[in-house]
């Protein structure tokens, strides 16, 4: 069987020495790229390969990590890409991920591309739980997430259910809590309404910020065991070496920083951990594997290298990227100013318009009732006219009347004389005429009253539509509402010209950015505290809802360390300079 397997790596040893190239590809936690390499290729010029297409220049914080066994392992620098202990497939796959993290991002990160795949890498790790999360935190990283991918919050897009499908909480987090999606999504939500006016690097540097103070960010465990058989784990990071229980990696039983290890080396399976002080123990375990203990020793070398790094000058190339990245950052700062007065100006204006436009709703209002009326008047003064004229009309007919009444009595009178015999009866059906024309008289008296009171009726109508017209013409010759501080001669079709919102990058900017980078370093303890505050009062708000039965061991070790006031870094000063708390074989 060893002879198959040697023929086989014979085999494709002689099948890559033919081949010209091989491809590769590169997984990074946003893309996957492919590259087509030459067989002569080392580490570290695919390793370039890859940074240069990214754009990235802070270089020694990542590596191409690939699986070998039942392990994981990163590709060296200084040999060839073919000749390391890679996958046999083709094309051969490596993860582009962080090796080394900063003891403080926010002073250690320049780049914003480095920031942003940190930034992806923890999220994962948090979301995997491979990194412990208390929920409340939990909570405020996910709406430092939520606003570093859809920006500030607005209520008018961001409705109830727009994160239903997004990842945002540990599994572990939901399961602890009798709490619907619907609830998560509602408190994620009023974090994020918090952060409104910060920009994607801003929110994702905030989620650094905090996740870089959690107990597991930034460590490497390995499976141990000391010369008395019992079974540890060993824990590397930015800041030293620590030994854990196997059922707690949160509290380190003791710790090794840096700048008090002299030696670390490992010869077959056993690793040695030397003090600075040479009257000190000498720690020594093993691993189950050799390529264990290779890999611990590159980190530990990576690390310390970084750790010794940060405490001296910074060399030209990382001056001159601080450089350039406070200048891009001071221009991003001038370019928000700028992009924020406009959008203030785009308010304005907008509920400039939106007033005109309520006004010119109003105005219209306005003008129909008066149109109302003044149909209304018409019609009435139609109706007032009409009766008039009938009235006129009566008031003629009863004159006539009464004339051929005056007719008929003098008709009558004249006629009398004819007998005596009559006499009487004419003076009777006199009598009756003349009651006739009193009646008569006395009607058209009544009837020409009434047209006269419907003549003045007549008028007042017309005085009335004259007034409802000239009312009209006043409203329709109003002058159009501008508010203070708005040109008139913009506002009647309201486009909004960018002339007048030019910014001239002045040296007066630069001294003003620069006190404010000095005022954002003197509240820097004030925001530390108000962090707090935030994440105890999140804690507050769901911890009626918690499942205690639910709680896993390392929850469980999490709110003792919280109760007692032990922290990742009080952890760490504790056991900083005392070699004799080491467990000693």
Not at 207 to 236: C, E, H, P
Not at 262 to 269: L, P, Q, V
Not at 271 to 297: E, G, H, Y
Not at 421 to 443: G, S
Request: with cysteine; net charge negative.
């Amino acid at each position: 069987m060893a002879s198959a397997l040697a023929a086989k790596m014979g085999f494709n040893s002689l099948l890559r020495k033919q081949a010209k190239n091989f491809s590769v590809r590169i997984c990074t936690m946003e893309s996957d790229m492919e590259f087509n390499c030459e067989v002569k290729l080392k580490g570290k010029e695919l390793f370039d390969l890859v940074c240069r297409a990214l754009g990235l220049r802070e270089t020694w914080f990542f590596g191409l990590q690939y699986n070998v066994k039942d392990t994981v392992a990163w590709l060296k620098m200084e040999k060839r890409v073919l000749d390391q202990e890679i996958p046999k497939e083709e094309p051969i796959t490596f993860q582009f991920l962080a090796k080394f993290y900063p003891e403080n991002a926010e002073e250690e990160l320049v780049q914003d591309i480095t920031q942003h795949l940190f930034f992806l890498q923890v999220k994962k790790k948090i979301l995997d739980e491979e990194i412990h999360c208390p929920p409340e935190a939990s909570v405020l990283l996910a709406s430092y997430a939520v606003h570093a991918k859809y920006g500030d919050y607005d209520p008018g897009i961001h409705k109830p259910g727009f994160l239903a499908e997004e990842e945002l909480l540990p599994k572990r987090v939901i399961n602890l809590y009798q709490m619907t999606p619907e609830m998560w999504e509602e408190r994620i939500t009023a974090c994020y309404a918090q952060h409104r006016g910060r920009t994607r690097d801003e929110a994702e540097m905030e989620y650094l910020k905090i996740a870089q103070d959690l107990d597991m960010y930034g460590v490497n465990y390995f499976l141990i065991r000391n010369k008395k058989g019992t079974d540890l784990l060993l824990g590397v990071d930015a800041l030293g070496l620590h030994i854990y229980d196997l059922d707690n990696k949160l509290t380190p039983k003791c710790s090794f920083p840096w700048n008090e290890i002299r030696n670390i080396s490992y010869s077959d399976k056993e690793f040695t951990i030397k003090p600075l002080d040479k009257k000190a123990n000498v720690f020594k375990f093993n691993s189950s594997r050799l390529r264990v203990n290779k890999l611990i020793l590159q980190l530990c070398i990576g690390n310390h290298d970084l750790f010794m790094r940060r405490r001296r000058v910074d060399s030209l190339e990382v001056q001159q990227m601080k450089a350039q990245a406070r200048e891009e950052h001071a221009r991003k700062q001038v370019e928000r100013q700028r992009l924020q007065r406009e959008k203030q100006m785009r308010e304005e204006a907008e509920r400039a318009r939106n007033e005109l436009e309520r006004r010119l709703m109003h105005l219209q209002d306005e003008a129909q009732m008066a149109n109302d009326a003044l149909l209304r008047s018409e019609q009435t003064a139609d109706l007032l006219a009409e009766k008039a004229q009938i009235a006129e009309e009566e008031a003629k007919l009863l004159a006539e009347k009464a004339a051929e009444a005056e007719t008929e009595m003098q008709r009558i009178k004249v006629t009398a004389i004819r007998g005596q015999e009559e006499r009487r009866l004419i003076e009777q059906k006199m009598i009756q005429a003349e009651m006739l024309a009193l009646q008569m008289a006395e009607e058209s008296e009544r009837r020409a009253k009434e047209a006269e009171h419907l003549k003045q009726d007549l008028q007042e109508a017309r005085e009335s539509e004259r007034r409802a017209k000239h009312k009209l013409l006043e409203i329709m010759s109003k002058d159009v509402y501008v508010p203070p501080g708005l040109p008139a001669e913009r506002m009647p079709d309201l486009n909004y010209s960018r002339e007048n919102l030019s910014f001239e990058f002045k040296d007066t900017d630069m001294k003003r950015l620069s006190m404010e980078i000095e005022k954002e370093k003197v509240e820097y303890m004030e925001k530390s505290k108000h962090l707090q505050e935030q994440l105890n009062e999140l804690k507050t708000e769901i911890e009626s809802l918690k499942l205690k039965e639910r709680e896993t061991p390392l929850d469980i070790i999490h709110n003792q360390n919280a109760e007692q006031g032990t922290s990742k870094h009080s952890n760490f000063k504790k056991f900083s300079g005392s070699p004799s708390v080491f467990p000693h074989s």
